[in-house]
């Protein structure tokens, strides 16, 4: 594509039908193009109404509302994660097209349709108290366009609750796993499916959980195979990675 | 399928065909298949040669022979990872249709043909001295049938040598990226790829990389989208994470 | 126990005094009663008035009430750790039948009889601002049925006042020490006396304590044999350790 | 008992029949037999054949073969952990009345009857490269008393193994699990069973287990209730300390 | 003295002044007496004033207010250390004979004369936010009876200010240094100075100062002998090690 | 210098010009004059309005002002970093002369004029929340004398914003790069130009970002040549090295 | 110069003397000189004889003579670090042109004439066993084409002997400190010197120094201005930022 | 002692006994001479004998030898630490007048007298394997010039040893504990003793030891008043503080 380009210019400029001054200002731009704002380009040919995302934490209230606005101005959906209250009722009060998943901490905008919904990824959670970062997980999943089933209350401490739902969640495309404390839950999850599992190691926990510390080493060392993992508590980069891999095989369902 | 094995034996049992105790005999198990067992026959029904895999470090030469020998006798496929040559010598003398791949320290024992390879792997490698990682991930994909192409020495240092295959790499389905030192590579990767990226830290460095800790951090935290993280050095997990990924879209190639 | 009633029902099927799909509805769930709910079963009939028990932290003062409420629709004792002032008020007011255990922070429902306290159980503590600890190590193996017995304000810094208790301590069947800081107390203890000893580690320090890290260290590494350490803070996880071990020799008494 | 011997004394004192010089000769070291020897004597004869310790890391052969002689003098049964080969065999060849357990690296010199074995232990364990932790544990336990049963290589990644073996290991009094890497075996050992469990954590792995620290936090943040914790590759610790519970309710049997 | 007052209870038994029972009685509690309390005698006859100590950190200000009035009901003097305001106000205003030193957080009671002054601790101190911890130094060692020298602001990264003092703090018999950030003020003056130094690391800093744990590193890692180090911000331990150094040379003043 | 002093004092004596006593007065205070106050004039002399620099974390306003003052009294400009808005209005109002950059958290105070910018260095930021590093760091530059050129949001997820602005910030004497969560951008930029570059890791991200300590490790570990580190947040230290740096050259400008 | 290059190109198609396709064949590389080799170009052009540079560290004796030989078939000049005796040796007997500098561990191999010297970078050493690490740096600060003066032994607990070096240290350019323990060199250097400092902790110690963290975390807190870190035992880091610093200023001498 | 001495020199320029270079040429070097040879003159003259101290760790057998050698020139006392076999071997051939003490690995040459003893240092050691630590302590002492008593393995799991002990170790006017593992043993001493406590923690251990790192943190924390804390297996820095504790109180002995 590039090189067709590139060769269209040139026979312009031997043609005499592109000024050398012309032909250098459009080369001189090429490396960029090439590289960066191709892949956002075909980001929007090929997925219509996959959102943006404003990863909201350490940011102001005005400063999401502004890249917001910014951003809906071309007609671009939005995700924004890790989003307060706050941040929800001024993007929807002045915005619109808006709604907040409050568990998930994510507010949705959504001026044109969002993206069809594609294979089933699910997402298993150990503990009431690590459910926001699986909620994050699902609604990224879900905005991106992926079929979503939701496991949650299903540690290790109590087995046979996980073993009875082992055959629904192997069916899905994407595995991913949630859990704080020790995080057991992946290595269990792991063994017993023959999917792609992303790890999520919350900070749920207190004292030698370290603020997920704990979690996100047993899940590094898991002796079962066919496990990745994402920083402690991102819901986010796992829903997201999770839509990667179900969108690979997505087509086929 | 278990429920139709069941309702098979209740049948025999209700006929008469099948006694009391026999069919005691065969349920007794039945839990175990259901859980294990099952898996690995779906295994080895749906993909013929996927080989078991034997975990060398920590184990003597001996009980790897002994091991690969047991596994053999029923005609399985093996993988040793982290092998040594002794290992390799001995497992080769032994059982012979076997390699040593030195450098990923890997033998590969093929009594029976290996699966097909399908669909497109990228391995991409930051410095000489993480190959043996790389390597690791390479045989372990390729020998649990996945198409491999390798990116070696593309580290962010020399930013252009990566920008210059970034199309290549793109079209496969999983890319691993392997870094040792500051292990800013896998970010750089994911922002300019669209698909799932596997990263491996390394132990390559000295001082404050902490024998990996450095790069497994910054793989962690990288603010790209679309990465997970395997243990440090965990070549063979990485491989195998690819593997399981590949295959999910592996049938449309 | 489930070989017979998997017999039970096959020989109903033998007499066409069961349908197979009947049998099969039966068998279906067998692995998981086997499992987990059995188990359950257990502890029901063997120790009337066990509560079961929720770690309130991390959540919502609804959660927990909601919890709470349903768990004693069935009638059961409950026990809720880490709770706050706020939870008791809500669920003593909403269930009744409750009390709260300040300094303990643990609430205790109970509907039901609590069992029978059998044999001792000692807990030894170092110093005033451990004792949130040790009263909820002393609560929760109390409420669970074991006689407990207090031995506070006995650290190692004067420590004529551990070994004026030397022989009261030693005649318990399991002896928690709860210390923080430097955390020295588990190894003098387990110096001292010839039973299992469980050592709780607090996150009572400052500095180099690490929030109790450096107490967790000593414990781990005391050169004392007869010590087993829990989590940093962890006084439920310590009282039920030494419940589950003075139950063991609690019928001698 | 010392109450009585020291009312022995003063009525002698009172009697003349001992002088106020030979009188003070004897309560001067009275406090500490009190503390110490006290509890040693009551060792010697209540438990014929309880074996001394020697801890072997960082002593030289000289050293243990020193120590093993001045002990066996006194016909002490011997216990030395962590020896190696070549202690093994000075021991042997000087004393007699050894053997060496090479997996478990322990020599134990038996001048004396060991003690008689009670109850019983369960050593679970996840992987081969574990066992010699395992068997650490496992010979101190018999050593000093316990019936021991071991189920070994049963981690998590294959639960069904476990799960197979779940009534036999409910049996025993007190359950030692060891395992490195992620160490998720004794959360779901715990589980599943209501006995005391003893968690050791090995530095079997690499990478991120951080020479067993993985595996250690994971045991420490268990949310399955009934764990206590040893230090890493402990094994000696836990034989300890479940010999200790398993005699609580020994007499049982 | 033990021995002497062991031999009278003797004799008096030996007389028949002293009956049997009232020996027991007496001598019952020896060994703690002797191991315990006799130091307490010691020091209240000794060093008459030294007063008690609270660590106010963790308590409630009822508990430093009940235990301040407990400890004045003998008439002992007493300083309270990580005191609040609010401690400070409630202690003035119920027992009186108090003052409050804000910047240390130190109340002293004295409803006796504190011990009289003697020697010279020099404490030394890099920067203003360290006041806090250098000021708790000082207090304590004025009021357990040292005369105290303050060289405050003398900081390494102007090191000509700590070099013109120089010869002052040289005369003291022990010197506290107090540092947050990089700490390498203790190795400066440890390097100029032929006298003990009790180096305080602070909390003082940001980043990777990791809330002091660089200035401790520091300080313990010194290459100039005559260092050692207390706990961070841990000025009470600097000023009583310091204090108990001073009284050693003391008297000759 | 010192030297011609010396001697001038000394031919002084030599021609009674100078007692002795006055001689000893001068020649006291020499090593001090000579090793710190000597820097402190020869920069007064040649950067006219160098300011002093408060750093106000850990002070209170009282503290911030009360310095401020008596620095102003001998007409110095003054840079208070770490400054809150409290201490910026109260120096504003009592002193004058002075601006408070908000983003930056750095008051200004000029009686005189500030020295002349020189040079040039660029401040190349990730994310919109490391902003206020990059601020510091670019205002204490500006402040100190040096031109600065800000190249903001040009983090490794999006190369190509940074691939844009190369040559324009290669055309700097010293860049400062500041990045929070994995860090990566130092590495990237380092591989890019030719010229020292500053990393400022930042505290920003959450879970394994531990407060900066990813960003660090990153930085100390880069693989591209021409990197050094400051401190966690420390925008103060990039910028004073820089303009260390950027006047080294400066006068060629 | 790039884009006159590019529009040399552009005229030569306009005037026919190219052909489109020998364009093509020319322009699809520019985005990778124009990014990438432009750089190295001009460091070629603009300092003749500058080697490359050859990270040993981790690679075989074979894999450094191989890339040793590959480069200087072009005649550059190269700089191999952390080069062992063994590959001195190999390389020497292969290339010739090269010499080994045993300490520094830096083999030099200069077909070409080094780069000229200029301008002074002092490397400021505080003990016999940080050696290693500073000649590293000097050497690579030499053969890079920079006068380098060295200060050896001069820690800071002998501080007289860096306070008498003091003035000929100040006249560099750049300040290269070395020291590892608890690494106070860098602070009182900076504190003295108003330079650039560049910080090499060194992994020199034992205990706490956790091989070169506290050296490491000492520098970066460092209270004086004026100081970047890099790696531990980094020399040839420090040593080629400090080059960078000093051709910013090496010109005008 | 310095203003006489530059009086001395001024009243000789004044007349004209002392050229102006002359005196020039003695004072250049008074700065130094103040701050760092004056202490070591004053060394010389108080003490005599007392040796240089020579920290082998880290350089080679000929670079010991030839320090060695270059002090012994001028009848310098040595003591050299952390020394090997071979280093003793080759300065006992090539210098003589030493001898090594090979437990405590330190060399001590003496072609003068040594200091004489004075007053009374204690070391408590807890274990065999701390021997090494304890013996250099103690070895450093004496050569120092002081008395020491030795009180090994009183480890705190057999307290009583400890107690049996206590008298005599209060005797001393500084105690030095050792102990690895937990280290428990330096608040167990100080709780009981009104003396000095200077604790080293020792590598000694396994696991969670961390090489010394537990029982650092012990020590650092411990709720006993009058300990301060050397680095890891620093028998040296004990023994050097201990010494200059004992001889603040040593000449009234």
Chains 1, 2, 3, 4, 5, 6, 7, 8 share one sequence.
């Not at 349709?113 to 997980?137: M, S, Y």
């Not at 879900?142 to 609750?161: P, S």
């Amino acid at each position: 594509m590039d090189i067709d380009r590139l060769r269209e210019v040139l026979e312009g400029v031997k043609n005499q039908a592109v000024s050398v001054d012309a032909a250098l200002e459009t080369l001189k731009d090429l490396p960029y193009h090439d590289m960066g704002f191709a892949k956002l380009d075909m980001h929007r040919h090929l997925r219509t109404g996959v959102p943006e995302v404003i990863f909201c934490q350490g940011k102001t209230v005005e400063q999401v509302v502004a890249i917001a606005k910014r951003l809906t101005q071309d007609h671009h959906n939005i995700m924004a994660t890790r989003a307060t209250q706050d941040m929800a009722d001024r993007v929807i009060a002045e915005i619109g097209d808006a709604e907040y998943h409050e568990l998930a901490r994510v507010i949705v905008v959504k001026p044109a349709p969002l993206p069809e919904k594609v294979g089933k990824i699910a997402v298993v959670c150990a503990g009431t108290a690590d459910l926001p970062v699986a909620e994050e997980a699902a609604i990224v999943a879900e905005t991106l366009g992926n079929y979503v089933e939701k496991f949650y209350d299903v540690g290790v401490a109590g087995i046979h609750r996980l073993l009875h739902q082992r055959q629904n969640i192997a069916q899905a495309n994407a595995i991913i796993t949630v859990a704080g404390m020790e995080g057991a839950l992946a290595s269990v999850v792991a063994g017993l499916m023959d999917k792609p599992v992303i790890a999520v190691p919350t900070s749920v926990g207190y004292g030698a959980s370290f603020h997920g510390l704990s979690a996100l080493l047993t899940m590094l060392n898991s002796c079962a195979p066919g496990i990745s993992v994402v920083n402690i508590d991102n819901g986010f980069g796992a829903g997201y990675q999770a839509h990667l891999i179900n969108h690979l095989s997505g087509k086929r369902q």
